[in-house]
């Protein structure tokens, strides 16, 4: 099946500067690449997705790169704010099933 | 709200009981998911339904799990004899049939 490492486990950035969460993954066949933002105590919200026709996508300060040759896929925040503190997960998947990152536990300094 | 909701949102029980959880899919949406998620780790996929029928099933459910989407509307997870390994947060999600998937807040399951 799909496994997908994410990295780095845990992220501390000032506010303003650039956060960025880098994930790889095995199964070829997968196409399609969420990204979600979970904060304590609620369930994983979707921020931004890619699928494997695309290279980039942005959508504001949120920016997904997407490698299939490389197997590996990236999120960038830009201007960091407080409320971008929570926990990343990528994931990775096809028709149906989405295998997720451990995630990534992203501080922003003020 | 028309998001997903997922009832209760806390449940503790004690080891050996059964326990049963509700998940309210965005209307209209045709597949639900459910799946599990322990502490500092992703969400692992359970199982998928479309409509009513139940399409795959993680091995990671055993016989002591049920789901079910008896009208293609709501959903039930159900775990009975539970054990301490049960604890976990229990996540639903629904998808029309693209790939996108909005998750629910999840219900918190402590066995003591």
């Known amino acids: 099946g799909e496994n997908v490492e994410q990295h780095p486990s845990t992220l501390s950035v000032q506010e303003g500067d650039s956060a960025v969460i880098k994930c790889t993954y095995s199964d070829s066949a997968s196409n399609y690449f969420p990204w979600y933002k979970q904060e304590l105590g609620k369930g994983p919200q979707l921020i931004i997705d890619i699928r494997s026709n695309v290279g980039e996508k942005k959508d504001q300060r949120i920016a997904v790169t997407l490698n299939k040759t490389a197997k590996h896929f990236s999120l960038h925040i830009t201007e960091t704010q407080p409320e971008d503190s929570a926990v990343y997960f990528c994931?990775?998947?096809?028709?149906?099933?989405?295998?997720f990152g451990a995630g990534t536990t992203v501080t922003v300094r003020a | 709200d028309t998001g997903v909701s997922q009832d209760p949102r806390h449940k503790i029980t004690k080891r050996g009981q059964n326990v049963t959880f509700r998940c309210d899919p965005i209307s209209e949406h045709n597949r639900l998911y459910w799946y599990r998620q322990t502490l500092g780790q992703g969400p692992e996929f359970l199982t998928y339904f479309q409509n009513e029928a139940q399409l795959e099933k993680s091995r990671l459910l055993s016989d002591r799990f049920s789901a079910e989407r008896p009208k293609g509307s709501f959903s039930t997870l159900e775990i009975q004899r539970t054990e301490q390994g049960d604890s976990a947060m229990y996540l639903c999600?629904?998808?029309?049939?693209?790939?996108?998937?909005?998750f629910g807040p999840g219900t918190r399951l402590t066995v003591l």
């Open positions: 994931a990775a998947g096809g028709d149906y099933k989405l295998s």
């Open positions: 999600a629904s998808s029309e049939s693209t790939d996108t998937q909005y």
